[in-house]
């Protein structure tokens, strides 16, 4: 072979080479000369183009593609050429054959001979588009990872363990609060930023994590630079080698201080849902849809007596009745299907009945606006309701009372008023409010008046009492008036309510009859009432000022024989002119007085010696000796005056009078119309009283007292209505002795107590034993002495005796008499509120002997008046007595009170009471007081009848 051909051979070996070797290359390869001529190519650019290889070189890309592509290449070739060394560049080029697109990572060299000489360009073009999409969703995957870690404030770092750096994602950074460019992360600054508090938990976690060969999960604090602190979630996994050395940790990092402080903020929010629950004052349950309870409140507990695990579960119906059940029910039912809240009244059974509740009733929605549940909220509004019926209740009170009612606020501002205060005082309605109760003040009261008004009204929160007030017209009028202050729970002061009645006409009455009951009507003189209260005023006086006082007791001899001789008419007239002789007599200060008949009697006060006395009884004698002018007639007529003087004939107001009596009677014995002094003669009766008081002593010890019984009857049918227990005293030596011997004397010793708790158990024990022998008594009735009201328990006692005898509170009447109410009003009046309170009835004994306000009768817990037997003794023969029984029946009648006689003695005294409208009474007419045996007999005999009993059984 010669040289020449085997130039030829390895040439042709050179280009198959060559050929070999831009078609294996799965890049696009190909070669142009200086003017863009292809000199060779493979087939992956043949396929770009859409032909073959030889359709391609000796051609230019002017001749193969677009003119706008094809100086698009050619300016890349001369860039390449004029750079001198290899250009690379990135373009997208289209298939011819199948129009798909690629992204080519294009290099074009210039390309040199031998001799060093610029020949051609060389370009090979990589498919990249597979690598840049991989670059692309690469970078967009970091993109989003960086975003989601910064969405949800973590990131990750990685630990060479052999290195021992440290890498953090750019989370990190943020979640260190530090610079990425000036901080050096490592595990020691790690460690640093972690709380003081747990830096030893978290390297705890992680040595054994190493250790076990498993990774931790822990959630720790970061202490900042600034002080804040933030709650990090962290999971860290290590990879290790074969031999099983640890050589790197990867790891995950969250910020969770808002997760945390919200859990915090939900476990506090939850804590004090149950804390609410838990003291609500209402009853709060969750039920489903099936209405099955899913939780109640302690209240609910407490209230129905369930436990909240045995609730849980169950229905309506397995708690409470049918008909309660299906109405809470249904209001379940309503709520489920309108999908909003209701507010109903629901009844449920309880211990103490039915209670009522307000309940809210709402539906409990889960997170996709689902209805699961039914929530309510109930209050027990069961005194509320009861307090709305009382309140309506009251405001028809309020405003159809007879008496006039007005509200004020604390100010003193009216707020409203009722229908009968415009009717009493002129005022409307309109014009009251907001006006002050000064409107209408009359000024007839003081500042100290109303300074005592505030006082009752600041300490007892009410005061009562009579009022002058002016009318709208200008009219002055009393009122009785009760103002009450209302309080709130606080005890604090919230509004004044008055009460108050127009009494003119009451006033009117009051003042006719306090002149009748403390007047004689047909002279006019102050009658026994008025008189004994001067005379007790008298002594008080003398007592402090240590004068002596008298007492002329006066009867006219032989006035009968002139009433009887010229009549009634002219008796009248000669004790009224008699009257006129005595006051003229006398001075202004003394008290001449008709006590009954034809007896006056006259007090002297501040007298000086008895002779002073005598001045004035011989002045009486000399005006009595010129004759009286009666209808055309003189009559002569002459009194005897007994006389007794204070200290020396007696201390108190019985003894003056019963020794002035005395007198009286010594001086007609000693033949008319003179005077007599009382003289001491009683000291073989003192001997006596020391006597029976030291008998009296041992009367209880030895069983010597026992009672009698009197009954009371309605004296127009003769039906028993009760009977009145008077103790007697059985003394072996003396006989039976009367209460009026030994009751005085234990008053004074102070044995009135012990006697009178043994008559009160023993009246009860015979009552509750006729009571079991069917014996229809009425009521019994016990009179009562002073010192058992002064001494304060007797409610105590009454209330003790009741429960151990047995005895109903209504069979049991208390006698008091009006003497004992007015030595202490308010005492008295506490007690017999607070007898009333037991059930006790209450009677005044001898009503009219004593001196008690009208006004103040009214204010006490009485229902009987007893008229006394001084006043009934002498009907029809004393037209005094009768009209001042007739006063009291009047009294009584207009008090809505009870009336009721003793000492009825005759038929006469008899149809007189029932004509004057006392039905009741007692008396011998009727049957004296009788033991209990005897009473029992009798009873069993009566006949209901007009007039007296018909069988007489002895007192014994």
């Avoid at 009873?939 to 002895?954: D, L, S």
């Amino acid at each position: 072979m010669t040289v020449q051909q085997q130039f030829h051979t390895r040439l042709d070996e050179s280009r198959a080479l060559m050929r070999t070797l831009i078609e294996t290359l799965p890049d696009l390869v190909w070669l142009k000369d200086l003017q863009g001529t292809y000199l060779i190519c493979n087939q992956r650019v043949a396929r770009l183009f859409g032909t073959d290889e030889s359709e391609i070189v000796g051609k230019t890309d002017h001749d193969l593609v677009a003119r706008e592509q094809a100086d698009f290449f050619s300016q890349q070739d001369r860039l390449a050429i004029e750079s001198g060394g290899p250009r690379v560049y990135e373009e997208w080029v289209t298939y011819a054959n199948d129009g798909h697109q690629e992204l080519l990572e294009t290099i074009k060299t210039p390309m040199y001979d031998n001799t060093g000489s610029l020949v051609g360009v060389l370009g090979i073009g990589r498919d990249i588009t597979d690598r840049k999409r991989d670059e692309t969703e690469l970078r967009q995957f970091k993109k989003r990872l960086t975003e989601v870690q910064r969405l949800s404030s973590s990131g990750n770092w990685e630990l060479d363990l052999t290195s021992d750096t440290l890498w953090w994602s750019d989370e990190v950074y943020r979640i260190f609060e530090v610079d990425a460019a000036t901080f050096q992360p490592g595990y020691a600054s790690f460690e640093a930023a972690i709380h003081p508090d747990d830096r030893e938990a978290v390297g705890h976690a992680y040595r054994q994590s190493v250790k076990r060969r498993e990774p931790y999960d822990i959630v720790h604090r970061l202490l900042l630079s600034d002080g804040r602190i933030k709650y990090v979630q962290e999971h860290c996994d290590t990879v290790y080698a074969e031999d099983g050395r640890p050589l790197r940790s990867l790891g995950m990092i969250q910020d969770v201080t808002t997760q945390m402080e919200a859990q915090q903020a939900l476990t506090l929010s939850e804590q004090r849902l149950q804390a609410i629950l838990a003291n609500a004052p209402a009853v709060v349950y969750l039920k489903d849809l099936d209405g099955r309870y899913l939780m109640i409140n302690n209240l609910y507990e407490t209230l129905f007596h369930l436990d909240g695990q045995d609730v849980v579960g169950k229905l309506d119906s397995d708690l409470f009745p049918s008909a309660q059940a299906e109405a809470l029910r249904a209001n379940d039912l309503q709520v489920q299907e309108h999908g909003r809240a209701l507010q109903v009244e629901e009844q449920v059974p309880q211990d103490d009945g039915m209670h009522t509740y307000i309940s809210i009733k709402f539906p409990v929605r889960d997170g996709n606006g689902q209805i699961y549940g039914v929530c309510g909220i109930s209050t027990d509004i069961t005194e509320k309701k009861r307090a709305e019926q009382r309140l309506r209740q009251s405001a028809a009170v309020f405003e159809n009372i007879s008496e006039g009612m007005f509200i004020t606020d604390v100010e003193g501002r009216i707020l409203d008023v009722n229908k009968a205060f415009s009717e009493i005082t002129g005022y409307t309605r309109e014009e009251a409010l907001g006006a002050n109760p000064r409107l209408w003040k009359s000024e007839r009261h003081d500042a100290d008046f109303y300074r005592a008004m505030w006082s009752s009204i600041t300490r007892r929160g009410q005061w009562r009492g009579e009022i002058w007030n002016r009318r709208k017209n200008g009219n002055i009028y009393p009122a009785q008036l009760t103002i009450s202050s209302i309080s709130d729970d606080q005890g604090g002061v919230t509004h004044y309510v008055a009460l108050f009645s127009d009494i003119t006409n009451l006033k009117q009455s009051e003042e006719q009859l306090e002149r009748l009951a403390h007047h004689d009507p047909l002279t006019e003189l102050p009658n026994r009432l008025l008189f004994n209260a001067r005379l007790s005023h008298a002594l008080e006086q003398s007592r402090r000022s240590n004068q002596r006082l008298a007492l002329l007791f006066i009867d006219l001899d032989r006035f009968k024989h002139i009433n009887d001789s010229f009549g009634h008419v002219v008796g009248d007239e000669l004790l009224r002119q008699v009257a006129g002789r005595l006051t003229a007599c006398m001075r202004e200060e003394d008290t001449v007085a008709r006590i009954g008949g034809d007896e006056f009697i006259i007090l002297l006060e501040s007298v000086g010696e008895p002779t002073h006395v005598v001045v004035a009884a011989e002045k009486i004698l000399e005006n009595f000796a010129s004759p009286f002018q009666l209808h055309e007639r003189e009559v002569f007529i002459s009194p005897s005056i007994g006389i007794s003087i204070y200290p020396r004939d007696g201390s108190d107001c019985g003894s003056l009078l019963r020794n002035a009596d005395t007198a009286m009677y010594r001086a007609k014995e000693a033949g008319r119309n003179g005077f007599a002094f009382y003289t001491e003669e009683m000291t073989e009766q003192a001997v006596q009283r020391v006597l029976l008081e030291s008998k009296l002593r041992k009367a209880l010890e030895r069983d010597e007292l026992l009672l009698h019984y009197q009954p009371q009857l309605d004296m127009e049918s003769g039906k028993l209505i009760g009977a009145e227990a008077l103790v007697r005293w059985q003394q072996p030596e003396m006989g039976l002795i009367p209460p009026d011997r030994f009751i005085p004397l234990a008053e004074e010793n102070g044995l009135i107590l012990p006697i009178g708790e043994w008559v009160l158990h023993t009246a009860c024990r015979q009552a509750k034993r006729w009571l079991e022998q069917g014996l229809a008594f009425g009521r019994i009735s016990v009179n009562i002495a002073t010192p058992q009201i002064q001494r304060g328990d007797l409610v105590r006692l009454v209330g003790q005796v009741l429960r151990e005898t047995g005895l109903p509170s209504h069979c049991l009447e208390l006698e008091v008499t009006e003497s004992v109410i007015m030595e202490d009003f308010d005492q008295a009046i506490a007690v017999l509120e607070g007898l009333r309170a037991l059930g006790v009835r209450l009677a005044m004994d001898d009503f009219g002997t004593g001196y008690s306000s009208l006004a103040n009768l009214k204010r006490l817990p009485i229902e009987q008046l007893k008229i006394d037997q001084s006043f009934v003794r002498d009907i029809p023969d004393d037209s005094d007595d009768m009209a001042i029984t007739r006063a009291v029946i009047a009294l009584g009648i207009s008090l809505q009170l009870e009336v009721i006689a003793e000492g009825v003695e005759t038929e006469q005294q008899r149809q007189f009471l029932l004509q004057e409208g006392c039905r009741l009474g007692q008396g011998y007419l009727f049957q004296r007081p009788v033991a209990p045996e005897l009473f029992e007999q009798w009873a069993g005999t009566i006949q209901p009848a007009i007039g007296p009993a018909t069988t007489e059984i002895p007192e014994g």
